[in-house]
């Protein structure tokens, strides 16, 4: 691609690989960083992005490949060594110390007070005093105090991780005004971020991976956006292949009251207005790039957390969960994201999938051996889980644990299914069986609420898909339209052409 | 993490099946001491010294069963002797003023209301259980201590029915067993044949799935540790019987081997693992391990280092095999 234009470049990475395992998470991955410029560092999911940021931060170790800083070989062997070469990172997490004040903590990383006082108010955050305890201020002013600390420190180059994601908007302009002074000033900058605008607004040019390699190196113009998602979807712009399925009236004839009605939702510093219906009988897909408040979503339709505002109907009545016991209550049944979370590793696939009938305090008596027996083993073979090591649900391959977690719902009857990411991690043959499971359930009168972080998924399992960015919704796609390409635009909120979101 | 397994080490095939079957070592053990035993003193070992062993074993597994059901959800209730000591000693007090059947009464309800209080503290005000459990544990027996005085002149009497129960013997048998049957059996089809007992291995195990599952753990908490206290009472009760003489601090020295029991008999401190019938096991194979400590004549001092010593080295060992090919 485009060689970089800078001649003597502050941070030079080449050929940069690491493996997990079997799994090659960097292959080929470069990144280039001239004196006073800001570069975008952009790429899907399991792009390798998060990989190669912790090689540089000195996180992680490199397989092979030079990291070189001012032309010498950087040691990044720990974070204190990348920081010692002037690489520091503000990450998406605040790394601030909760149990101790501002000034404890400054002191903790050495950090001149002076410095990060007049940072701070540059970025307009004037009543802050050095005693306040980390864990009383707001998750926005933690950033900032993170990003004063990076730039006290002054650093050759930093490194902001979605800097802006936790930010309101006037924190975002003033934030972005300082990164740029600080690049005019000829400090070098890797900027992260999904948000296209930013981008535009303050990088010099952007590095794209994809599937552990620099596939792209831009510089940042009008139009950008369309090469850069191309080259985030390599070759895969062409149609997928479409499934004869059988949904004539998914959402057609049952449109007089939905199964489940949001409005207005918003919980947490993500999810910020979130209004959707899901119909009996669909299978409504949500996609999101990372961390756009699809968390708190599902938290909050299985009961699991409050919504800050905004109303939830379910078949047209208005409820309230106060515990997942109100939304399965409900019908609203969820499989989460991490199955650690949902499963008894120590306990049998029978207790495992017997547990939320036996939930409620008028279950509490003798069990009905029968009828558990009935329904557990009917589970097991709608998913035909592998039973060879039922005895502990530990001793399963993370296929065989995912199905255990929807057969658990099986059992109870399912009505409402929420389903974080239900495939991540396990093999195509499986993959394909909750594919054609949620199908069936659909077709049999459930609703399934199917959130992915696999684009390619979409056409294959569902019959709408809302896509979510910076927490609202910005678009509403039929299946058949959903190509990758289409939702990678959608999910970086770039409008699609012709059709205006919903 | 695939289920087909290739080639376990012969270690790890007995760890599994001993995970699979946890009572079998505990077995071998109990049997193993009972045979030594008697090679170190040839003809201890006879239907005396069982009925003996049992009538001991009685109280110390009935309090374990406390620390069991309680262990099974992570939690544990230091407060079980000292709810056994009140209930015993409100009963032998109670009953030259009011009768017997009203005296038990009275002292279960004490030991209930005991349970609820750990059980609000744990459930609902979410404190530790280990702190909660101490703290009721030292106010309930402040309290006991301010009772007493104004109890000292009423005399006490320790009904019939008790003293039977504890002291008598059915076909060389002790009646204990008349209680302790029906007891165990209940315990052991709770635990494994009602909701509720599979909800205290599912919140040993994991809470917050349970809790996706629409369990509300502050219900079973409280429920627990409200049996745990009428458990304990009912303890108190037996042992009593079997002491004969009320005093402050009657059950108190079973607390730290009623927790003992139930993990040398396979119950995780840890949750989600475990259950009543090896705590019976653990509770017997301790009274033999006392025994056969008396036996040897060995001075107070080495004895208790010894008997510390001993449950480490099983409880460690049992882990250990047990946790193999995992």
């Known amino acids: 691609m485009a060689e970089s234009e800078t001649t003597a470049p502050v941070?030079?990475?080449?050929?940069?690989?690491?493996?997990?395992?079997?799994?090659?998470?960097?292959?080929?991955?470069?990144?280039?960083?001239?004196?006073?410029?800001?570069?975008?560092?952009?790429?899907?999911?399991g792009a390798g992005k998060s990989?190669?940021?912790?090689?540089?931060?000195?996180?992680?170790?490199?397989?092979?490949?030079?990291?070189?800083?001012?032309?010498?070989?950087?040691?990044?062997?720990?974070?204190?060594?990348?920081?010692?070469?002037?690489?520091?990172?503000?990450?998406?997490?605040?790394?601030?110390?909760?149990?101790?004040?501002?000034?404890?903590?400054?002191?903790?990383?050495?950090?001149?007070?002076?410095?990060?006082?007049?940072?701070?108010?540059?970025?307009?955050?004037?009543?802050?005093?050095?005693?306040?305890?980390?864990?009383?201020?707001?998750?926005?002013?933690?950033?900032?105090?993170?990003?004063?600390?990076?730039?006290?420190?002054?650093?050759?180059?930093?490194?902001?991780?979605?800097?802006?994601?936790?930010?309101?908007?006037?924190?975002?302009?003033?934030?972005?005004?300082?990164?740029?002074?600080?690049?005019?000033?000829?400090?070098?900058?890797?900027?992260?971020?999904?948000?296209?605008?930013?981008?535009?607004?303050?990088?010099?040019?952007?590095?794209?991976?994809?599937?552990?390699?620099?596939?792209?190196?831009?510089?940042?113009?009008?139009?950008?956006?369309?090469?850069?998602?191309?080259?985030?979807?390599?070759?895969?712009?062409?149609?997928?292949?479409?499934?004869?399925?059988?949904?004539?009236?998914?959402?057609?004839?049952?449109?007089?009251?939905?199964?489940?009605?949001?409005?207005?939702?918003?919980?947490?510093?993500?999810?910020?207005?979130?209004?959707?219906?899901?119909?009996?009988?669909?299978?409504?897909?949500?996609?999101?790039?990372?961390?756009?408040?699809?968390?708190?979503?599902?938290?909050?339709?299985?009961?699991?957390?409050?919504?800050?505002?905004?109303?939830?109907?379910?078949?047209?009545?208005?409820?309230?969960?106060?515990?997942?016991?109100?939304?399965?209550?409900?019908?609203?049944?969820?499989?989460?994201?991490?199955?650690?979370?949902?499963?008894?590793?120590?306990?049998?696939?029978?207790?495992?999938?017997?547990?939320?009938?036996?939930?409620?305090?008028?279950?509490?008596?003798?069990?009905?051996?029968?009828?558990?027996?009935?329904?557990?083993?009917?589970?097991?073979?709608?998913?035909?889980?592998?039973?060879?090591?039922?005895?502990?649900?530990?001793?399963?391959?993370?296929?065989?644990?995912?199905?255990?977690?929807?057969?658990?719902?099986?059992?109870?009857?399912?009505?409402?299914?929420?389903?974080?990411?239900?495939?991540?991690?396990?093999?195509?043959?499986?993959?394909?069986?909750?594919?054609?499971?949620?199908?069936?359930?659909?077709?049999?009168?459930?609703?399934?609420?199917?959130?992915?972080?696999?684009?390619?998924?979409?056409?294959?399992?569902?019959?709408r898909v809302v896509v979510i960015f910076n927490g609202r919704v910005v678009d509403v796609i039929p299946a058949a339209e959903a190509d990758e390409a289409t939702l990678m635009r959608a999910a970086y909120g770039l409008s699609r052409a012709g059709t205006e979101p919903a | 993490m695939t289920a087909l397994n290739v080639g376990p080490t012969p270690l790890a095939r007995i760890g599994r099946f001993m995970a699979d079957n946890p009572l079998v070592p505990l077995i071998l053990l109990l049997v193993g001491l009972v045979a030594l035993l008697q090679i170190l003193q040839p003809g201890v070992v006879n239907s005396r010294w069982l009925a003996n062993t049992i009538k001991v074993a009685i109280p110390l597994a009935m309090l374990a069963a406390c620390q069991t059901l309680t262990m099974l959800t992570g939690g544990i209730d230091l407060s079980a002797g000292t709810v056994a000591t009140i209930s015993a000693f409100a009963t032998a007090t109670l009953t030259p003023l009011v009768g017997a059947p009203a005296a038990i009464l009275i002292a279960l309800s004490v030991a209930l209301v005991i349970g609820l209080v750990n059980g609000f503290g744990v459930a609902i005000c979410r404190v530790h259980p280990l702190i909660m459990t101490l703290g009721t544990a030292l106010i309930a027996s402040g309290c006991l201590l301010v009772y007493q005085r104004y109890v000292i002149a009423t005399g006490t009497k320790i009904p019939d029915f008790l003293v039977w129960l504890g002291t008598g013997r059915t076909l060389g048998l002790p009646n204990g067993l008349f209680l302790f049957l029906p007891f165990a059996t209940l315990v052991i089809w709770m635990q494994r044949r009602t909701g509720f007992g599979r909800l205290l291995y599912a919140l040993g195990s994991n809470e917050a799935a349970a809790r996706l599952s629409g369990v509300r753990s502050w219900q079973v908490l409280l429920s627990l540790y409200a049996l745990s206290g009428a458990i304990a009472g009912l303890t108190g009760l037996l042992y009593l019987g079997v002491v004969k003489t009320p005093s402050l601090s009657l059950a108190l020295p079973l607390d730290l081997p009623s927790v003992a029991a139930a993990v040398v008999g396979g119950t995780s401190i840890f949750g989600g693992r475990g259950g009543f019938g090896g705590t019976i096991i653990g509770a017997l194979i301790l009274t033999v391990l006392g025994t056969m400590l008396t036996l040897m004549q060995i001075p107070e001092g080495g004895r208790r280092i010894l008997f510390g010593l001993i449950i480490l080295a099983v409880t460690a060992l049992y882990i250990r095999l047990t946790e193999q090919g995992r």
Request: aromatic residues 4%.
């Open chain 1, 11 to 45: 941070l030079d990475a080449e050929g940069v690989s690491k493996r997990f395992g079997a799994v090659q998470a960097l292959r080929d991955a470069s990144l280039r960083l001239g004196k006073g410029e800001i570069v975008a560092l952009m790429g899907a999911n």
């Open chain 1, 51 to 463: 990989t190669l940021v912790k090689i540089l931060t000195g996180a992680l170790r490199r397989d092979t490949g030079h990291v070189r800083i001012r032309g010498t070989e950087a040691r990044l062997n720990s974070p204190a060594a990348a920081r010692r070469s002037g690489l520091v990172p503000v990450y998406q997490e605040p790394s601030l110390i909760p149990d101790l004040d501002v000034a404890d903590n400054l002191r903790l990383g050495r950090t001149p007070v002076d410095a990060f006082r007049h940072w701070v108010a540059e970025m307009g955050i004037s009543d802050l005093r050095l005693d306040d305890v980390i864990g009383d201020l707001p998750l926005a002013t933690l950033r900032i105090l993170d990003l004063a600390r990076a730039l006290a420190a002054e650093p050759d180059v930093l490194m902001l991780d979605e800097m802006t994601a936790a930010l309101p908007t006037d924190l975002v302009e003033k934030v972005l005004r300082v990164v740029r002074q600080q690049a005019d000033g000829g400090r070098s900058i890797i900027y992260i971020s999904h948000r296209f605008a930013e981008i535009a607004a303050i990088c010099d040019r952007a590095t794209v991976l994809r599937d552990g390699a620099t596939v792209g190196n831009l510089k940042i113009e009008p139009g950008i956006e369309e090469r850069v998602v191309e080259l985030m979807l390599g070759g895969k712009v062409a149609p997928v292949a479409s499934e004869t399925r059988s949904r004539a009236a998914a959402s057609g004839d049952s449109a007089i009251i939905p199964r489940l009605r949001l409005r207005g939702l918003k919980a947490g510093t993500r999810l910020a207005d979130v209004s959707f219906e899901l119909n009996r009988g669909e299978v409504l897909g949500v996609v999101a790039l990372e961390g756009q408040g699809q968390d708190e979503l599902f938290d909050v339709l299985a009961g699991n957390r409050r919504p800050a505002a905004g109303s939830l109907e379910v078949d047209g009545r208005p409820v309230a969960f106060g515990h997942p016991a109100d939304a399965i209550a409900a019908g609203l049944t969820l499989v989460p994201g991490d199955r650690a979370h949902a499963l008894l590793m120590s306990r049998s696939v029978r207790e495992n999938i017997a547990l939320p009938l036996l939930a409620r305090l008028r279950d509490w008596g003798a069990i009905r051996v029968r009828d558990e027996a009935a329904r557990v083993t009917s589970a097991i073979e709608r998913l035909q889980i592998d039973t060879r090591a039922q005895g502990e649900v530990r001793r399963l391959s993370g296929g065989n644990q995912q199905k255990v977690t929807i057969a658990r719902w099986i059992a109870k009857g399912v009505n409402t299914l929420l389903l974080f990411d239900p495939t991540r991690g396990i093999d195509v043959r499986t993959k394909r069986q909750i594919y054609g499971l949620v199908r069936e359930l659909a077709g049999q009168g459930a609703a399934v609420l199917f959130y992915t972080s696999e684009l390619s998924e979409v056409p294959q399992a569902c019959d």
